[in-house]
């Protein structure tokens, strides 16, 4: 049974930054991308980066390109995300999830999901 834990979330002012890590466990994840998304309460939940344990080739919304950064560690299977320059509409729920193959930017289409951290973004 795959197994995703998310850490690394707090409270932050805006300016700061934060690392998330996603560590994945139950299987080998070669083949399979990861993502990280984010949800405020009463919203959708929103695409924010992904990265392919294969290649290492990634994605990124819009909203925090130039600002957020996906790696992966292959030997810990360990996915980070590094948030800099945040700001206060940053504040949200993140979550990882894990998919065969290729990133894709749907919730849907994500078959396991970690636990989520928060993080709070203070102006």
């Known amino acids: 049974q795959v197994q995703l834990v998310e850490s690394g979330g707090g409270l932050v002012q805006a300016g700061g930054s934060l690392r998330l890590s996603c560590a994945a466990s139950?299987?080998?994840?070669?083949?399979?991308?990861m993502a990280w998304f984010r949800q405020v309460l009463g919203k959708e939940r929103e695409f924010v980066a992904g990265?392919?344990?294969?290649?290492?080739?990634?994605s990124y919304a819009d909203s925090v390109k130039g600002r957020f950064t996906i790696s992966r560690d292959n030997a810990k299977n360990t996915v980070y995300l590094q948030m800099n320059s945040l700001k206060p509409e940053d504040t949200a729920v993140y979550y990882c999830?894990?998919?065969?193959?290729?990133?894709?930017?749907?919730?849907?289409?994500?078959?396991?999901w970690g636990q989520g951290t928060q993080v709070t973004v203070s102006s």
């Open positions: 990265i392919r344990w294969s290649g290492g080739s990634t």
């Open positions: 139950g299987r080998t994840f070669s083949g399979y991308a």
């Open positions: 999830a894990e998919r065969p193959l290729v990133i894709v930017t749907m919730p849907h289409l994500y078959a396991y």
